[in-house]
């Protein structure tokens, strides 16, 4: 997906107009944003592709459990989904809290646990615009020597990994991992026309590009590589979600966890107790 094509994703987001727009031309836009077409649509969801079309131009009004269909077939986020919801008149599905109340409790205590398990090896859960909700001890190692404004909360991972006074000094494959975190933020913003996540990729898109380093190097996977005041660091890193999230706040949460990708990283690492 191109940045491009992001950007326009984002300008024709439904996201943006959802008092202003009926819930047909804004099923019609999620569509063509997933470069779906009607008949994909219904065939999926176990309806006509006319009823698609009835839906889309305004001759239908479907229902909120037909919206809630279409959209999980579009794979269209829950926030979002709610906005649906209120632009075809009906009440929003899913419930937004905050991190703090009783309800979210299990859920936030399972990721701190998570997190905390991790050690000595950092572990960080993220918002929908990669603000940083929660982390371990070893995030502060790894990212020792990154201006203070960037650390100052809420901590935005892509603006700390990529700025010139944050970690991209030292990250040793910049080039590798800059590509790699412009492709999750290019997705993430296609996928829910957030604006501030388009204004981040414009941003970060106008830091100092780093010189080639050598391009892909036949690994498995990319790695993130620093050189540290402990030696040189590599770490691989694995993503989760709560994949049954029925809240508009866990939805948005991602767990990040950091493993390393050598031997020596790993002695470093377990060296900082």
């Given at each position: 997906m191109s940045v491009a094509y992001c950007r326009r994703m984002v300008a024709d987001s439904p996201s943006r107009s959802r008092g202003e727009r009926p819930v047909g031309e804004l099923l019609r836009q999620w569509r063509s944003n997933r470069r779906r077409s009607q008949l994909d649509l219904a065939v999926e969801a176990g309806i006509s592709s006319r009823h698609v079309s009835f839906i889309e131009t305004g001759r239908s009004r479907p229902t909120a459990a037909m919206i809630l269909r279409l959209a999980e077939h579009l794979d269209v986020p829950l926030r979002e989904r709610n906005q649906l919801l209120l632009a075809g008149g009906f009440a929003p599905a899913y419930g937004e809290r905050d991190l703090d109340t009783p309800e979210l409790a299990a859920v936030c205590d399972a990721l701190r646990r998570v997190v905390a398990a991790h050690?000595?090896?950092p572990a960080l859960v993220l918002d929908r615009h990669f603000d940083v909700v929660e982390a371990n001890e070893a995030v502060a190692t790894v990212v020792e020597g990154c201006a203070p404004e960037l650390l100052t909360p809420p901590v935005n991972v892509i603006r700390l990994g990529l700025h010139p006074e944050g970690m991209a000094p030292r990250i040793t494959n910049l080039d590798q991992w800059r590509a790699h975190l412009l492709t999750q933020l290019t997705r993430r913003a296609g996928r829910t026309g957030d604006r501030r996540l388009i204004d981040l990729l414009d941003e970060v898109r106008r830091y100092p590009r780093p010189a080639r380093l050598g391009g892909v190097d036949g690994g498995v996977a990319v790695e993130l590589r620093l050189r540290h005041r402990l030696g040189d660091l590599a770490f691989l890193s694995m993503a989760a979600s709560v994949q049954t999230a029925l809240?508009?706040?866990?939805?948005?949460l991602t767990l990040e966890l950091?493993?390393?990708?050598?031997?020596?990283?790993?002695?470093?690492?377990?060296?900082?107790?």
């Open positions: 050690m000595p090896f809240d508009v706040t866990v939805d948005e950091f493993h390393p990708a050598d031997d020596a990283t790993r002695a470093l690492m377990e060296s900082v107790r």
